[in-house]
């Protein structure tokens, strides 16, 4: 079945450092991949989106490229805020709404 | 903006006792929610669908008559976990498309069950 790996967390950087995230999936079909970010003591909410291949989804400084080769979607944004420490999940659709969730990666950014 | 409200956030209850969660869509309607069960440090794993106006349908592995889920109307969806038992100590959350595009899901903030 479908399924989406993710790095292993936790992931610990300094205040303006470069962050990625890996993330790869398996599908059979043409999936739409999603990036949703859970803040502490919040739900989660939807960071960035892409439906097709070479899409680039892009929200808050974060960005991740659909990349239908190597069936990746990686989370990078080139410099972190303390703000932006929370849970970051990889996920995908290929069946209309349902989503499969990859494991989940933990950010905690440092002053 | 969309929002999806679960309450109560966190219960703990005693041992083969049944626990009621709610999810309501406050400012939209969701003929379709989304039940998943998140346990610590791992990912959040779909439990059911609720469709308003008919029976849920469960992924392989749930049990039905443990988790109840009930869509009586277009804004809310419960499910309600019986006879909890310790094992059953989870974070459940629920979700509902529409708001944002129909594949685009809107979360609640989630409901920590702890069961003793």
């Known amino acids: 079945g479908d399924s989406v790996t993710q790095m292993e967390g936790p992931v610990t950087l300094s205040e303006e450092a470069f962050l990625t995230i890996n993330c790869t999936y398996t599908?059979?079909?043409?999936?739409?991949l999603f990036w949703y970010v859970q803040y502490p003591g919040e739900g989660l909410q939807l960071l960035l989106k892409a439906t097709k291949a070479d899409d680039k989804g892009s929200n808050k400084g974060f960005e991740a490229t659909y990349r239908k080769e190597t069936t990746s979607f990686h989370l990078e944004k080139g410099s972190v805020q303390v703000s932006d420490s929370a849970v970051y999940f990889c996920a995908l659709s290929d069946l209309g709404q349902k989503l499969v969730f990859g494991q989940g990666t933990r950010l905690t950014i440092n002053p | 903006g969309a929002v999806v409200s679960q309450h109560p956030s966190w219960v703990i209850c005693k041992s083969g006792t049944s626990v009621k969660i709610e999810c309501r869509s406050l400012?939209?309607?969701?003929?379709?929610m989304f039940w998943y069960r998140q346990f610590p440090k791992q990912s959040l794993m779909l439990m059911a669908t609720s469709n308003e106006g008919s029976k849920a349908t469960y992924e392989q592995g749930v049990e039905k008559d443990k988790f109840l889920i009930n869509h009586a109307s277009l804004t809310l969806s419960t499910l309600t976990v019986t006879s909890a038992h310790p094992e059953d100590s989870s974070f459940y959350i629920c979700?509902?498309?529409?708001?944002?595009?129909?594949?685009?899901?809107?979360f609640g903030a989630g409901s920590r069950l702890t069961v003793l």
């Open positions: 599908a059979t079909g043409y999936p739409s």
């Open positions: 400012d939209f309607q969701a003929t379709t």
């Open positions: 979700s509902a498309p529409g708001a944002f595009g129909a594949n685009v899901l809107t």
